[in-house]
């Protein structure tokens, strides 16, 4: 089983910075490939960003140059570094990762933006 958790999440100001991160525990041997999602009031769940396994970055083209994504063999840790953020961007973040055939999920961190 693996066990994801994010943290990070809270309310902060249009221009801001935030940074998420989520925890990794169980039966895994590397915490990438990893991805992020969001789910905003009303919209379905968007992907916002992948770690491929062998280190490569994807984005969505709304947070494109404004995201990023890393992560750390070592603390079995993803971070997602979110700058300039938007209202647009207020939604619940969720961590996801896809092993033994299934998609694990986080319980989901809240990020508001204020205009």
């Known amino acids: 089983q693996v066990q994801l958790v994010e943290s990070g999440g809270g309310l902060v100001q249009a221009g801001g910075s935030l940074r998420l991160s989520c925890a990794a525990s169980g039966i895994i041997f590397s915490i990438r490939p990893m991805a992020w999602y969001r789910q905003a009031p009303g919209r379905q769940r968007e992907l916002v960003c992948t770690?491929?396994?062998?280190?490569?970055?994807n984005y969505a083209d709304s947070v494109k140059g404004r995201f990023t994504i890393s992560a750390d063999n070592a603390k079995n840790t993803v971070y997602l570094q979110m700058n300039s953020l938007n209202a647009d961007d207020t939604a619940v973040y969720y961590c996801?990762?896809?092993?033994?055939?299934?998609?694990?999920w986080g319980q989901g961190t809240q990020v508001t933006v204020s205009s």
């Open positions: 996801n990762m896809n092993r033994y055939g299934r998609d694990f």
């Open positions: 770690v491929t396994s062998g280190g490569g970055t």
